[in-house]
């Protein structure tokens, strides 16, 4: 009950009560002044509504309550840990990368033990050397050789809204997940499992796959019918009863099944497979194997269309998919016939449209097709396709091509061009058949500054956490100072993660950086190169954006030695930005305004740029990537070339944005009576029974 409480809290900004009022005046008030001043020291408050509602409930019950809420919030932003830096006076006093190393080299050579040492190997290795990697002081000396920080308007407050009972924001959550149009992040099907095992409800409508297989657990154990309408849906659902992947992307371990859901997951397969369901079997075709090994779907005659779906993935069985007669077709020049077989799919046909575009048949007839397909496909097709659309025209610096984890590799667009005329009609039918789905919203309130955040078409990449906006996302950056951070706990081996910062100019050249091995330039100074994260390991860079000598500016970590993102015990990047007379530790909650959970098969964490304008002014555009790095000692200058034309590539991409949906919305009109707010935080001036969409649930404007 704990873990769903704090995930409400954390994850949408409310705080469950349903604790009835005190019956006498007592010392609640007092209590909820103490928590929201306890919450300020870490950039959180109470909304009034919840202030009020805490100071009518017990003393007793506001305290254990404020316990719950200040430790959510902590870990939310990243303060849960102990932040140290290598440098104890960081930013100040971090002296030159060749005298540090001069230093050490100093240093061991007077120690006779370690002279020794040095003078017998026949390579000097400097990471080994004495006082290297390791912290030279305590937190508690870090502290004391740091000023407080001093308070500025510009410090992030974020409001914790007044949340109804438990259950009630449990339920809210729940539908907002399993109906989303999107596929989720990681951390969302964990959490939806959790709220499936607590809601009895649910949505009417469950349009992701990932989603409905989560779902189904639920419903098998509760005896009650599977929605399952393809194969593929009775393969995810029998990965997820073992705790694998639902997304399919990794094979899931198949242990024996009870008769019970052995009979239930072969009646649901037999009703489903039909010969025209058979040609998906393929995509999957190992795993269908070992799940039939475990099935015995032989021992079940009454299920006969259930054995063919195994027949099918052992090759015994003939049945070509959609996908495979599709390429036939294009492979032997008959474009014709390969959109009559994509009509009976809209989806299908609409995600192939530019490749039908080029492929030398009547483009009339492929737009024509495409009229026909939208009102069949999904709102997130239509966007997707109509954010491709938007970037045909333009010249790019190379494709960028990112997988469900956030691993990225680019390469040149080597496309045939589509005519501008071409692709301005197929805008047009895009644009008119979303307008026609979008809900009717009332009158709309929109926040600017919400207008350049990029529609969220899919949130696997994405770690959710504070602060966090979708691939492509751009916003303002405030402060005179820019603090990159990132903190790591290794679970079982040696593990060095290490914190850097590629900065180039304008024209993505001109490379500069900072890390370990170059610790400070004109503008930016490294807090310390930490090797041993047995208890834990922060790393800081420090950027005077004023003085900065770049335009660019793209903060990575690098995984040098040991475990992986997703292996660690705790791995956690964010940044900071603050005045430069505010002083304070190198770490101050207050001022954090970016954290999240660094996770991907990937060894190099490419979170977000820092993009400087023709104005002056610094914004950041999200990249939420990963690059696949080396197994062992990679380094910032060893992935120069690759970092530059993928943040190229994203940077100069027209995403679609938050603001061209608000524009259709306008267009199409309202029928009023009810309001609608859209942005970054809601205010606290809106009428009662308003709607509320804020970053952490954007997906909800996605059309159906």
Known sequence: MDTLESLVITRRLRVPVDAPAASTPGWGEVAARQLDAALLSVGFTCSPALLERLARLPGETVVDLGVRVLAAVRHLVGDHVRHNAYFIDFPK???????????????????????????????????TLPGYGGYRHTYADLLGAHAELVASAGDRVTVLELGASLESEAREWYFSLAGAEVPPAEE?????????????????????????????????????????????????????????????????????????????????????????????????????????????PGEYPRFPRAAHVFEVARGVREAPGLDSRVEAALSAGRTGEAVELLERAPGALLRRLDHLLR????????????????????????????????????????????????????????????????????????????????????????????????????????APGLGMLPRGSLSAVDGELLRFFVHWRQA?????????????????????????????NSFAVYSGDITDASDGASEFID?????????????????????????????????????????????????????SDLRGAGRVALPLVFLRGDDGAWRVKWLHLYLRGRAGFNQVEGNRVTTSLLVRSIVERDYLRVRHLVDLLRRKGTSGGHTTYIGLQAPADLPEGSRVITPGTLHELIPA
């Not at 890390?515 to 400070?520: A, H, I, L, Q, V």
């Not at 690098?558 to 304070?584: K, L, P, T, V």
């Open 492 to 520: 079982e081996r040696s593990t060095d993660y290490d914190l850097s910062a590629l900065m180039l100019d304008a024209s993505y050249g001109d490379a500069e950086h900072i890390s370990w091995t170059e610790y400070r």
């Open 359 to 462: 492929s030398g048949t009547s483009v009339s007839a492929v737009l024509d097709a495409a009229e026909k397909a939208v009102a069949g496909a999904s709102g997130r097709v239509l966007l997707s396709l109509r954010e491709h659309l938007q970037n045909r025209l333009a010249s790019a610096a190379g494709r960028v091509f990112v997988n469900r984890n956030g691993r990225a590799w680019a390469a040149s667009d080597a496309r045939a061009p589509i005519e501008e005329t071409v692709v301005s009609r197929a805008v047009a039918i895009l644009d008119e058949e979303i307008t026609r789905r979008l809900p009717d919203l009332g009158e709309l309130v929109v926040d600017p500054e919400v207008l350049d955040v990029a529609l969220p078409l899919s949130g696997k990449a994405v």
């Open 543 to 595: 950027i005077r954006l004023a003085e900065a000598k770049r335009s660019i500016i793209i903060p990575q970590v690098n995984i040098y030695d040991g475990e992986a993102f997703d292996e660690a015990a705790e791995a956690f990047f964010g940044y900071m930005s603050r005045d430069a007379e505010q002083e304070g530790r190198p770490f101050e909650p207050r001022t954090v305004r970016m954290k």
């Open 188 to 296: 969302d099907l964990a959490a939806l499992r959790s709220l499936a095992e607590f809601c009895a409800e649910e949505p009417d409508r469950i349009p992701v796959r990932e989603n409905r297989a989560i779902i189904n657990q639920a419903r098998l154990v509760a005896g009650r019918p599977l929605l399952v309408d393809t194969v593929t849906d009775v393969l995810r659902l029998a990965c997820g009863l073992f705790g694998g992947d639902v997304t399919l992307a990794t094979p899931t371990r198949f242990l024996s099944f009870p008769r019970a859901r052995r009979r239930a997951l072969l009646q649901a397969l037999d009703t489903v497979a039909t010969p025209a369901r058979l040609g998906d079997v393929s995509r999957h075709r190992e795993q269908w194997k070992r799940l039939g090994e475990r099935l015995h």
């Open 93 to 127: 006093n971090v002296p030159d990368t060749v005298e540090f190393w001069a230093g050490l080299l100093r240093q061991a050579m007077l120690d006779p033990v370690a002279d020794a040492s040095v003078q017998h190997s026949p390579a000097l290795n400097l990471l």
